[in-house]
């Protein structure tokens, strides 16, 4: 059976409250904001890209501008 790369992998909301070393109710707490895009699949499942973009928004590391 060949893997489709177009899959992600959907995380639970434990599973990212552990990567993120936050609680359950601080990740829902981010859903309900919209600040971290989830499908309710049942329950809350988070794609891999989606935790990715938020790090990457939430991040206080600047880019250098091109000059």
Excluded: C
């Excluded at 794609?47 to 600047?62: A, C, G, P, R, W």
């Amino acid at each position: 059976m060949e893997k489709n790369p177009d899959k992600q992998k959907l995380l639970t909301i434990e599973e990212v409250a552990a990567i993120l070393r936050v609680s359950y109710r601080t990740v829902v707490r981010y859903i309900e904001s919209g600040r971290l895009r989830a499908s309710k699949i049942g329950v809350w499942r988070i794609k891999q890209s989606d935790l990715d973009d938020f790090l990457h928004q939430t991040s206080n590391v600047k880019k250098k501008k091109k000059t």
